[in-house]
């Protein structure tokens, strides 16, 4: 059973970077025809796709973030990670990783999600 | 590009069945048929319940069904049950530069 696992630090500082890992058991992170990608929950809001990765190496960002954030792998430890600088309070979310599949379209595997503040 | 609309609530009894509305444009909804839908409890992880518009992941209740008529996509539970009281989310390939197109989220009360 494929399992994932966000780690990182729960509390940043405005202007700071996010930086977010995702681990992979269960399943090898190299295994063709996924995307591996990271979603956000502000606090009583809904989801927001932040992007992703495909097993090519590829990476796909929301617009609205794309020049605030990288994503990458490290297929020799199995986990992918987030990186968002200059970050603001509204940042503040839960944030989940997940395996995409199809066309990177739907997230059959989550992580539990871990939430992230931003506050000086 | 804008979220998917989807209705803020709805609500429905034991055994009756509700449809949850998803609409989107001719460039994400309307022109793929790759429309998924989560279930998400109030502080958990999302379920993927439904994906590629209708086909339901192993272990999801045959309840729940997916369908598509122009650029509105919708989900139908039926027979429904307390336990499917929760947030639902509609999500669309939105093309492969901006793949994933979410809903605002829908609230389901069983009354």
């Known amino acids: 059973q494929l399992q994932l696992q966000e780690s990182g630090p729960g509390l940043v500082k405005p202007s700071e970077t996010l930086s977010l890992t995702c681990t992979v058991s269960g399943g090898s992170i190299s295994s063709s025809g996924f995307y591996w990608g990271w979603i956000r929950q502000p606090p009583g809001k809904g989801l927001e796709w932040i992007g992703s990765i495909a097993y090519s190496g590829s990476t796909y960002y929301d617009p609205s973030l794309k020049s605030r954030v990288a994503i990458s792998v490290d297929t020799s430890n199995n986990h992918f990670s987030l990186k968002l600088n200059s970050v603001t309070a509204t940042d503040t979310a839960v944030y989940y990783c997940?395996?995409?599949?199809?066309?990177?379209?739907?997230?059959?595997?989550w992580g539990q999600g871990t939430l992230v503040t931003v506050s000086s | 590009q804008s979220a998917l609309t989807q209705p803020a609530s709805v609500s429905g009894s034991p055994g009756q069945s509700i449809t949850i509305s998803c609409t989107g444009t001719s460039s994400d909804v309307g022109r793929y048929n790759l429309v998924s839908w989560y279930q998400q409890h109030p502080g958990k992880a999302p379920k993927l319940m439904i994906y590629e518009g209708s086909k339901r992941p192993s272990g999801v209740s045959n309840r729940f069904s997916g369908s598509k008529s122009g650029n509105t996509a919708s989900l139908t539970i039926s027979g429904l049950q307390a336990e499917d009281e929760a947030d639902y989310y509609c999500?669309?390939?939105?093309?492969?530069?901006?793949?994933?197109?979410f809903g605002g989220g829908t609230k389901l009360t069983v009354l």
């Open positions: 999500c669309s390939y939105a093309g492969s530069s901006t793949p994933v197109l």
């Open positions: 997940a395996r995409l599949a199809g066309y990177g379209e739907h997230g059959d595997y």
